[in-house]
């Protein structure tokens, strides 16, 4: 990681994935199922583009990219987003492309106060090669 005492030794972004993912739990496509299952009120946050959902996602998934994260969770702030700032005490997974940027979501929700976060290992595309159901919907602009 990064040494403020050494910042000739900056970090990269799998360093950054690294670190989240030492502090978050991660869960299988096949857990994810069970969940889904289980837990009526689980929610399921897609932290991809919304280019990247559209062209397909786990169905009833919450789309809020991961660059507005920290904004759409903040109930302070005035442009949050309720379904996401009321949830701390949901199950929430969090899944993207390849697990990368849903460990680092899944860890700033922690930060946040979010009691059960975790990331989808492997990401959706994790989700797609274990046979997953995905929803692919037609849009018309």
């Known amino acids: 990681m990064y040494n403020v005492f050494n910042p000739a030794s900056p970090v ?3 360093d950054f994935v690294a670190a989240a993912k030492s502090r978050i739990r ?9 969940m ?3 837990d009526s009120d689980l929610m399921i946050l897609d932290v991809r583009e919304s280019s990247e959902h559209e062209q397909g996602h786990i169905e009833n998934a919450f789309l809020i990219p991961r660059g507005i994260l ?7 702030y005035p ?12 199950s929430i997974v969090a899944y993207c492309a390849s697990g990368g940027r849903s460990a680092m979501a899944a860890a700033v929700l922690q930060m946040m106060g979010f009691e059960k976060v975790y990331s989808l290992a492997g990401g959706f595309a994790g989700w797609e090669q274990a046979q997953m159901p995905v929803r692919r919907e037609a849009r018309y602009v």
């Open 36 to 38: 889904r299952s289980a």
């Open 26 to 34: 991660e869960v299988t496509p096949d857990e994810l199922q069970e």
């Open 70 to 76: 920290e904004a759409a969770a903040d109930p302070t």
């Open 12 to 14: 990269g972004l799998m």
């Open 79 to 90: 442009k949050c987003v309720p379904e996401l700032a009321s949830s701390h005490s949901r």
